[in-house]
């Protein structure tokens, strides 16, 4: 089977040196994020990367923000190295793949790998904006994050990459008013997708059962704006020990995507709003016929004991059609069970430029899993690029699910 063009729903990039400097006010962009160029190592500080300086470390290039060295880590650029050197340790642009950070080399990169779309989530601000959300000064902050989408929906996505980059912007996760007003300010300049955190506590904000959030869900509704949470957007991967490998967070990465999917279900948001639609980024999808079912069955079984009449009147599983989505790089198991998530809510994904990236065999990985589920030619668009252009209504560039 010839495979159509792919759209991947969750890619990354890293931001350019320009972006604060040339968007943000005047008034702002002396204290605003900036490159420096320092010698240093790695060092994890309030879950952030930043620089441990080192006169006899190599050179990294990091942002110069609230009082820290934000580096740019290897892993997080993981293409522009071999296998052997993607490990964390900080960079500067010089080692980088153009694609990372320039928009014509990124479009070039798109067109190796079969890809007509993507949509890409931040880096120094990391996956929901947690950078700003936890900076001093609040005001300059809420600057930064309108200096962001700016430079997302005009400069990256913009010219030649309109329709082909597609506008995620950032919202200032600690007031709810205001982030509904950054989404109706971006939605009016051609943006409809927000990220947002599988898991507001772990960021010390209110959780989605509380009423703090409904300014925001009204204004993604009025506006069409789709929710994606990506994996680690709360700071934090699951682990079970201070002395567990690599591997063991690596094999939990699902669990973020997992709670939030059932906070969602079971906090009545996608009841009370009708048209909402969330996307769980990176989190794969072999695991959500089973929380379906202990969710459904849980439900009825405990009837009013299970605390949520007041929030859901139905199955649980029945918010899932149209209004849930998961993303796949490499998922046999969820393609396999496809019946029972819904083939209507499988994305694909390329994950450029990070560590688990696919790029540029992409096309090569998809065909392997669309050959081990058996799926025809029209699941095979409906992975490929159908879903994402009905969930993010792509639309409005053109695109025709169809084709």
């Not at 010219?159 to 950032?170: M, Q, S």
């Not at 949520?308 to 046999?332: H, L, T």
Request: with cysteine; aromatic share 10%.
């Amino acid at each position: 089977m010839e495979l159509p063009r792919l759209i991947s729903v969750d890619d990354h990039v890293i931001e350019p040196e320009h972006v604060w400097r040339e968007n943000l006010p005047a008034r702002y962009r002396e204290a605003g994020p900036t490159i420096v160029r320092r010698r240093g190592r790695s060092a994890v500080r309030n879950k952030a990367w930043v620089l441990a300086e080192d006169d006899s470390a190599d050179w990294a290039d990091c942002w110069s923000y609230d009082g820290q060295l934000v580096t740019i880590e290897r892993d997080l650029a993981a293409i522009s190295f071999p296998p052997e050197s993607r490990q964390a340790g900080p960079a500067v642009y010089d080692e980088l793949r153009p694609g990372c950070y320039q928009r014509p080399a990124r479009l070039a990169d798109m067109d190796v790998n079969q890809t007509d779309a993507s949509l890409c989530f931040p880096t120094f601000p990391r996956f929901c904006g947690q950078t700003f959300l936890e900076a001093t000064d609040r005001e300059l902050a809420a600057a930064c994050i309108r200096a962001y989408n700016d430079w997302m929906i005009d400069d990256w996505c913009g010219d030649e990459a309109h329709g082909r980059l597609i506008p995620l912007t950032l919202i200032p996760l600690w007031d709810a008013e205001l982030a509904a007003e950054e989404v109706r300010r971006c939605a009016a300049k051609g943006s409809h997708a927000i990220c947002f955190t599988e898991s507001p506590p772990d960021l010390d904000l209110p959780s989605v059962y509380t009423e703090f959030w409904e300014p925001l869900w009204k204004a993604c509704e009025e506006t069409s704006t789709v929710v994606n949470m990506h994996i680690g957007s709360s700071s934090k991967f699951l682990t079970t020990s201070a002395d567990a490998p690599p591997l063991v967070p690596i094999g939990l990465t699902h669990e973020s995507a997992e709670r939030a999917m059932v906070d969602w279900i079971c906090s009545g948001i996608l009841e009370r709003y009708q048209s909402m639609k969330m996307v769980l980024s990176e989190g794969q999808a072999g695991w959500i016929p089973f929380v379906l079912e202990r969710l459904d069955r849980s439900k009825a079984q405990w009837g009013p004991g299970a605390g949520v009449d007041d929030r859901i009147s139905k199955a649980p599983s029945s918010y899932v059609s149209g209004r849930v989505y998961a993303c796949i790089f490499e998922d046999y198991t969820g393609l396999a069970l496809r019946d029972r998530i819904g083939m209507t809510q499988l994305m694909f994904e390329t994950d450029y430029p990070h560590t688990d990236s696919t790029w540029p065999h992409s096309v090569d990985v998809a065909a392997r899993m669309v050959a081990s589920a058996g799926l025809d030619d029209k699941e095979t668009r409906m992975l490929v690029r159908a879903n994402a252009i009905e969930c993010y209504g792509l639309e409005r560039y053109g695109f025709d699910p169809a084709v």
